[in-house]
């Protein structure tokens, strides 16, 4: 196949088999199909939902209009697409060169490329090669990448031993759940701390003395519809709509919740209180793990508990199923809710890949100020706003 802007080239995979290497823009990333770019997301090695064709399409469709973004895509002999890079060329911070940082927007939260379990050597290796060779942008930059996986590991031996250069910056922690083998009673006690156990179990017990509730999961048919209708008002109803945070603040971002967040790839779990959703929990998936990017509760059932009580019973219904092997909390910093319940840490930051020492170097300063000029800022603003909500008794003794 054939689009405007596309460049085809053979990359040799070492000694492994050759794959054809395709550049796209946003055009040729639309004609790629559905089933195609579907069965290379499901088959991943590390499994991006955010990636996911639906979910870019809608993102391309919506706030990221007029984007210059671009794919680079590997496929077999057999024409099976095994490898999809996605790119643009802006990022968080300024660049004095050009770079191909991985596709993001603000309800994007991994910026993994899909690569065939079964064909991930094959892909490094030609990426790598291409990379080294001239043939492919000389840095590149992966946001929110799970630098632990098995994935970065085999990007991180493969450029090394090609002389290229691997920076990791501006890193976290992301709360992540897998199934302990002793089951839901064992994950809590050795999980949540003694307080932290104890504030849960009063948490559902007053829900229970308050009136009757049920944990209700909605992935198909026209109830999923009216449930993303639910959750778009309950976060706007919260503090996100009065920040302007929203979904619903901007006409682009609801449209593209609207046509990002499907039946099948997205599922939504809610705590109803007497039949009415009180706490939401959206999720999506393209395999055995779902990552959960937003939750919603009404602030007028605060004194409830209503968050922690729907973090609850999923955990519950999460040992209760087989369904899922683990839970990502989809989250960008430490600190997440999720850390109360989940058990493990995933170590995430931002993977610099690239030719020149210089430039690696170079923009990891970039990333790497730019993360202390914004703690000041918080520190700031921290301390900016105690001055303004300290007593005025206390302003006027002049007491610290």
Do not use: C
Request: charged share 20%; glycine share 8%; aromatic share 10%.
């Amino acid at each position: 196949m054939a689009f405007d802007l596309t460049e085809t080239a053979t990359i040799s995979a070492s000694k492994l088999e050759q794959l054809t290497f395709r550049q796209f823009d946003v055009a040729g990333l639309r004609a790629i199909g559905a089933k195609e770019w579907g069965d290379l997301a499901a088959a991943a090695l590390v499994e991006n939902p955010f990636y996911d064709r639906g979910h870019v399409l809608a993102g391309l469709d919506n706030m990221d209009q007029g984007k210059k973004v671009r794919g680079y895509s590997f496929t077999t002999a057999s024409g099976q697409m095994v490898g999809l890079f996605l790119t643009q060329p802006r990022s968080i911070v300024p660049s004095p060169f050009p770079v191909a940082n991985s596709l993001a927007n603000i309800y994007q939260f991994s910026g993994t490329p899909l690569v065939h379990r079964d064909h991930a050597e094959q892909v490094i290796e030609a990426w790598v090669n291409g990379l080294s060779k001239g043939k492919l942008p000389a840095i590149w930059s992966f946001a929110d990448f799970d630098t632990a996986s098995p994935l970065a590991e085999m990007m991180r031996q493969a450029a090394q031993a090609r002389g290229l250069h691997w920076q990791v910056v501006v890193p976290y922690e992301r709360a992540h759940l897998s199934r302990l083998p002793d089951g839901f009673e064992a994950h809590l006690q050795e999980v949540l701390s003694k307080s932290r156990l104890h504030d849960v179990r009063r948490t559902m017990r007053r829900l229970g003395e308050a009136g009757s509730f049920s944990l209700e999961h909605v992935q198909d048919g026209p109830q999923f519809a009216q449930r993303l209708e639910d959750f778009l008002q309950l976060e706007h109803s919260g503090w996100k709509g009065a920040q302007g945070t929203s979904f619903l603040s901007h006409a682009k971002d609801t449209a593209f919740a609207r046509a990002a967040y499907r039946p099948g790839f997205s599922a939504l779990d809610s705590l109803l209180f007497e039949g009415k959703p009180i706490a939401m929990k959206l999720a999506i998936r393209t395999g055995r793990t779902a990552f959960t990017p937003k939750i919603a509760y009404d602030e007028s059932f605060k004194k409830l508990g209503p968050g922690m009580a729907l973090e609850y019973l999923l955990l519950q219904e999460f040992y209760n199923s087989d369904g899922l092997d683990a839970i990502d909390s989809a989250s960008t910093a430490e600190g997440h809710s999720a850390l109360n319940f989940f058990n493990n840490r995933k170590a995430m930051g931002t993977v610099l890949v690239g030719r020149r020492q210089w430039q690696v170097k170079l923009l990891a300063v970039l990333y790497e100020g730019r993360k202390a000029l914004k703690g000041k800022v918080k520190s700031w603003q921290a301390q900016w706003n105690a001055r303004r909500t300290r007593p005025a008794a206390t302003k006027a003794s002049g007491t610290k």
